[in-house]
């Protein structure tokens, strides 16, 4: 008797979980991944289809194939046979999936990660005009070796065989492009002359493309509503130019473009420019509203890459208010001039030094406090080594530098090694106005416009966690207000 009256209970819960207005029903399918909301279906023949409301379509090797066919071991690699194989399954259940998705309302976001070839070209262009039908403004294709599947080197793809992205498809026959943003990784793309079809587009993001420079020209001067572009891995690219008084892009992002020898800017909107790899020749010829740059050289330049940063680039741009630099295996070595230039148009500097070694003799900071006189905020993203090089004592001679305009100081990746506290101590004995301190043993990591991430502490410092936090109360005037995370 209690069996049949807990059941029966169960079945009016079920029942009114069931009876959810349409309305609920879709904030709830929101919340959910789009596999979860396929799984909910079986519970009920009104539901059975109610996953078609999922407004963004993620499709990649664990959602469409299962965990299992995912693997990040290499000894799990992939022969070609056995790649096509699950590259048709992977295509028939996502077929399926967009044939019944047709029925559904708006889609907003439209994503597939995994790695396919021109040889489906047709099926990918078919999901991509379903999602258009339906008014998506977010389409990410990455059809990179590094989504789905691990695959042995002889099958990697080339350029020959990378899927062709078709512009064209952007605009349904008699309706208005309503793509913002499009991201495409490990493709090809051109784009026709004079097309409006780009003409909704916000930001681009484009990774491992095959592109030269007319091609991305052609492009620009199609994304009249262009406001952020990303440049990465892309090969083919030389001599990059912006040269567009009309452009609306506001924020530029160039990485690891290994073949780029020069590049011109002449963009009346730009903001924020981004830059990831070896010093070329930067030409800023009309760049009025470009107040904040980050820089990071990388390979066998970024010594020289560094100097140019803290000496020539703050002078080419003399608007700039915010430079945020990331030194690898260069800071300690820097080649900076005896007598530092005056940099009077810099209010922000945030230093990433990587690694920031017992044995510096931090000669870099007496130039920073001299170069920038009027700064007013700096940040120093320290990236220590687990181990001490030189346990002796190194001695530093740091001239006096009294700055009387830096107010607030942030140091991230702040252990208490000797070090960092002759860092820290000059810098309380040289900035008289400093009002506001921030000293957090997490690591700050820049991931682009704007975003950063903090990385956990070393294991080993919550041991000496109190002692830091004792030795920062007893430096620290009582003028200025310290936060401690």
């Known amino acids: 008797m209690d069996r049949q009256r ?17 309305g609920i029903l879709s904030t709830i399918i929101s919340m959910l991944t789009l596999k979860e909301a396929v799984r909910m279906s079986i519970l009920s023949k009104r539901w059975r289809f109610i996953w078609t409301c999922h407004a963004n379509l993620w499709f990649d090797s664990a959602n469409v194939l299962g965990t299992m066919a995912y693997s990040n071991n290499i000894s799990n690699c992939q022969s070609k046979l056995e790649r096509q194989v699950q590259s048709c399954k992977f295509i028939e259940r996502v077929n399926q999936f967009m044939h019944e998705r047709g029925k559904g309302s708006k ?112 492009l620009l001067s199609s994304c009249s509503s262009l406001e952020a572009l ?84 703050a002078s080419d741009v003399p608007q700039l208010e915010t430079l945020n630099l990331i030194a690898v295996l260069s800071m300690k070595i820097l080649k900076l001039p005896e007598t530092a230039l005056s940099f009077t148009n810099i209010k922000q500097l945030v230093l990433t030094i990587f690694p920031f070694d017992d044995d510096d003799k931090l000669c870099w900071i007496s130039y920073v406090l001299k170069a920038f006189p009027l700064l007013q905020k700096l940040q120093l993203n320290l990236f220590c080594p687990s181990f001490i090089k030189h346990p002796k004592e190194i001695k530093r001679v740091l001239p006096d530098c009294l700055h009387n305009h830096l107010a607030e100081l942030e140091i991230n990746g702040f252990y208490g090694n000797r070090h960092e506290e002759v860092l820290l101590k000059y810098l309380l004995d040289n900035l008289v106005e400093l009002k506001f301190l921030s000293v957090s043993p997490y690591q700050k990591v820049y991931r682009g416009f704007n975003s950063w991430v903090y990385e956990e502490a070393i294991s080993w410092y919550k041991f000496r966690r109190e002692c830091v936090h004792e030795w920062l109360h007893a430096v620290i005037p009582p003028t200025v207000r310290l936060h401690i995370q």
């Open 107 to 218: 889609v907003d976001s439209f994503s597939v990660h995994f790695p396919l070839s021109k040889d489906f070209a047709q099926q990918l262009n078919q999901w991509i005009s379903c999602a258009i039908i339906k008014g998506v403004e977010n389409i990410d294709l990455d059809l990179s070796e590094s989504y789905g599947l691990m695959v042995d080197h002889d099958s990697s793809s080339t350029s020959s065989e990378e899927y062709d992205f078709p512009c064209w498809l952007l605009a349904a026959a008699g309706k208005k492009c309503t793509v913002k943003h499009l991201r495409l990784a490990s493709c090809s793309l051109s784009a026709p002359p004079g097309s409006n079809c780009l003409s909704s587009l916000i930001t681009v993001q484009l990774q491992g493309v095959n592109i030269n420079e007319q091609q991305l020209e052609s």
């Open 230 to 313: 990303s440049l990465h891995l892309l090969n083919d690219l030389v001599d990059l130019k912006f040269a567009g008084p009309n452009h609306r892009l506001k924020h530029l992002s160039v990485q690891d473009c290994f073949r780029l020898q020069k590049m011109e800017l002449c963009a009346n909107n730009l903001i924020l420019f981004e830059y990831t790899g070896q010093l070329i020749s930067f030409y800023f010829k009309n760049v009025p509203r470009l107040v904040e740059a980050f820089l990071n050289f990388t390979g066998e330049s970024r010594l020289d890459g560094g100097t140019f940063a803290l000496t020539r680039f």
């Open 6 to 22: 807990s059941a029966a209970k169960m079945t009016r819960k079920k029942d009114r979980l069931i009876e959810l207005p349409d």
